[in-house]
């Protein structure tokens, strides 16, 4: 009895604390029956909890960010920041186009491993935007056999890389593109990228 009771005893005492919103937590149970099982089930949810209320809490933030900014580049420097937080990533960047239409376009880049950034320019070929405003809502894009990729992607370029692709469309025009690198084998979630 006392065998079954120190196994239940855990998984109680770890529901009180994500009654209490510690996500974060997690039952340790080795007991290689049924609630070794239970208990890994409820590590595997707390983990997702954790995961979607880091999401809301950073789509929050960012909502935020949208209504008090005074400039696009508040907007851009808050999801450079928080973007690492929900969505496992090697690199992030934000393309924003110039009202003008240039072909040369600003690019903010997060090192999400080294958490630098930098300012690159990139030159934008009139095929890649039409794709991206014919294209879906998101994109899965990986290197063609060749290595070549879209000229937004070329500063996140690395071996082993597949690319997240946002365009940001308004009024049937393409304002930005977000893009994030992520290692192929270590790739997101498909719930991570809703």
Do not use: W
Not at 36 to 54: P, Y
Not at 136 to 143: G, I, K
Request: glycine share 6%; proline share 6%.
């Amino acid at each position: 009895i006392r065998r079954s009771l120190a196994p239940m005893r855990e998984l109680q005492e770890g529901t009180h604390r994500i009654a209490g919103r510690d996500f974060g937590s997690r039952v340790a149970i080795r007991s290689r029956d049924e609630f070794e099982e239970l208990g890994a089930s409820f590590n595997a949810m707390a983990a997702q909890l954790d995961r979607q209320f880091q999401a809301l809490a950073t789509a929050a933030e960012i909502d935020r960010a949208v209504l008090s900014a005074t400039s696009a580049g508040e907007i851009v420097g808050t999801l450079l920041e928080r973007l690492p937080d929900v969505y496992p990533c090697a690199a992030v960047s934000v393309t924003l186009m110039t009202p003008d239409g240039a072909k040369s376009q600003p690019m903010m880049v997060r090192d999400c491993v080294r958490g630098t950034r930098s300012k690159v320019r990139v030159d934008l070929r009139a095929d890649d935007v039409q794709e991206l405003l014919d294209g879906a809502d998101s994109s899965l894009v990986l290197p063609s056999p060749d290595g070549h990729l879209p000229a937004y992607l070329a500063p996140l370029a690395q071996p082993g890389r597949g690319y997240f692709v946002l365009p940001l469309r308004y009024q049937a025009q393409l304002v930005g593109v977000i893009s994030v690198a992520e290692h192929v084998e270590a790739a997101a979630e498909p719930d991570a990228r809703v």
